[in-house]
């Protein structure tokens, strides 16, 4: 079946530096893609997506890179604050077009 | 502008006792509805969507079940809770008519069988 998974289930960074979140994912008919921010005992919110069509996507302080050849998915938080801290998740369309499959989430901590 | 809600924010069920958990869209029509579940420490698990009233799909088998009563409603029910069943409990949801599916989580509920 369909799988998502990410490269590091924690990153620890210093404030102002750039941070660097990897996902990768099975299908690679995937055609929709998103991250989203989990700070503890809300729910997700959404970040930015991005479709298969792209190779780049830019937000505020916020970049997703999608590599279709290695299937591969990487969110980039450019001068990380401490607000950014939470946990992070990558998310890819079902082959059905019907729900999200989501990795198991990347806990960044940033420190002053 | 859209919202989801979902209630009770948290709660604590003996094993074997039933459980309803309740939510709700407004600012939208003819959405599709998601329930996930996220264990401690792990990513989000689809339980169960629907594409319209009483349309309800499982994802994955177990001792629960969704139903759809009226448009913008979705309930997740069970008869009777397993210890195994604790978890953060969210409702979604996305605009059936959008392209990309984005899902707008709600605040989710925190659920403790002991």
């Known amino acids: 079946g369909e799988s998502v998974g990410l490269h590091l289930p924690t990153l620890s960074v210093q404030e102002g530096d750039n941070s660097i979140i990897n996902c990768a994912y099975s299908?690679?008919?995937?055609?929709?893609f998103i991250w989203y921010k989990q700070e503890s005992g809300k729910g997700p919110q959404f970040i930015i997506d991005?479709?298969?069509?792209?190779d780049k996507r830019q937000g505020q302080r916020v970049t997703v890179l999608l590599n279709k050849t290695v299937k591969h998915l990487s969110l980039q938080i450019a001068a990380t604050q401490p607000g950014d801290s939470a946990v992070y998740f990558c998310?890819?369309?079902?082959?059905?077009?019907?729900?999200?499959?989501f990795g198991k989430g990347t806990t960044l901590s940033v420190s002053s | 502008s859209q919202t989801i809600h979902q209630w009770p924010a948290t709660l604590v069920q003996p094993v074997g006792s039933p459980l309803s958990l309740e939510c709700t869209v407004e600012?939208?029509?003819?959405?599709?509805l998601y329930w996930y579940r996220q264990a401690a420490g792990r990513g989000l698990q689809l339980l169960f969507y629907?594409?319209?009233?009483?349309?309800i799909s499982s994802e994955v088998p177990q001792n629960l079940s969704a139903s759809r009563p009226q448009d913008r409603q979705f309930i997740l029910s069970s008869k009777k809770l397993l210890l195994s069943d604790s978890g953060f409990y969210l409702c979604?949801?996305?605009?059936?008519?959008?392209?990309?599916?984005?899902?707008?989580f709600g605040e989710g509920s925190w659920l403790t069988v002991v």
């Open positions: 979604a949801w996305s605009d059936i008519q959008g392209y990309g599916n984005t899902i707008y």
């Open positions: 299908n690679s008919a995937s055609d929709y």
């Open positions: 991005i479709r298969s069509n792209m």
């Open positions: 998310a890819v369309r079902n082959q059905a077009g019907t729900a999200l499959i």
């Open positions: 600012g939208t029509s003819n959405p599709n």
């Open positions: 629907s594409i319209g009233i009483d349309q």
